[in-house]
């Protein structure tokens, strides 16, 4: 014997609303409701989407549907959406609110500016009015033109950008394509870039930097790709090295270091990531051993820009054991050093005249001289540096990004 089983008809869309227990909530909450909705106008409610989706051809009112085509908005209960309502006074399409639900707000138009337009203090869970803010709108959009944040270039940008410009179409772009395929790193490039003052863009100028802005210094990375984009990454990398020991170095590692990366004497490299460290940098293994006034580097570091080619790496190494970054120090390891070597050069797709290698240190003794900051600063201080170093290959990639 076959049961056969009742399915009862969908529950109407205002039921729930017009229940007593809604009812009553509605009104509790109806205190500062106004009496007098004569400035509201009812528009005739809009299409519902069809439910039936399965079968949307054989819908009897497929010819007056206009949502047959649209996806519904996402967390909207279609079964429950009233008509909408709006007020007869003309208001920008960011200051009404709508209500479809007694459990959620949502936003029939573009969300408001919170900073600009504040929400009201009361909002009234009736599921059909809009609501307009009580501010004055032209006081509103006055305070937004007087806020506006203004985008053009001062007079010194300018000048920088052009000069860059001028640089990478003169020396850069015409040798691009061979240095490419020959895999050649054009260290002559950066002497010239140093006499231009960019080999120390965010270092201070009583170390011969050019104290830039970022805004600035993206300008030049975004020139520079425009020619080729290794020697943007290239140049990035370097002043990332020379700006975190000008930040973060003693008075005598300045003086001994930082002048002679600005004025393109010294190439810098920047050394985070290990074969097992790559997004996840905090747990690097290469390990720092104090002894005395000295260290003893031993491990492995992979993906390095400008290795074998730069005189100045900044290293990242284990000093102690930790969680995540806690262990971590910093320090200066100068090309040359007895126990560094270089490893393998990487096979890229691109950016081949930028070379990219593994540092190897087996047994390699520096002073605690080049340990930059405090033991166990390390992480922070490489953080620091990557945090300038992602806007200048942001910039260098912008180029690239809206290359028609």
Known sequence: MTTRQTISSPTPPNDKINSPISQKILSQNRTHFPKNLSHLVQNPPSPQICDNRDNRNNCDNRDNCDNRDKKPTVGADLSRTPPIYRPSVDLPVSDVFCETSLSALHFRS?????FIHPPPKTLHPSPSICYQYSKDISHTQETERKTAVNFDLDEEQSEIRDMVRRFTE????????????????????????AELGLMGMTTPEEYSGSNLSRL??????EELAKGEMATSVGLSVHNMVTGSIARFGTDEQRQRWVT?????????????????SGSDAASLQCRAESRGDSYILNGSKMWVTNGGEADIYLLMARTSAGKGGAGVSCFIIEKGTPGFSFGKTERKM???SSPTRELIFEDCTIPAFNRLGEEGQGFKIALSSLDGGRINIGAASSFWLIWP
């Open 110 to 114: 573009f969300a408001p500016n919170p």
């Open 170 to 193: 003169r020396e850069i772009t015409p040798n691009a394509g061979a240095w490419d395929e020959n895999n050649h790193f054009p260290r002559e490039i950066y002497t010239h870039m």
């Open 216 to 221: 600035s210094g993206a300008l030049v990375y």
């Open 260 to 276: 002679r990366l600005a004025t393109g004497q010294l190439l810098g490299a920047f050394s985070l990531s290990e074969t097992a």
């Open 350 to 352: 691109g950016l081949h």
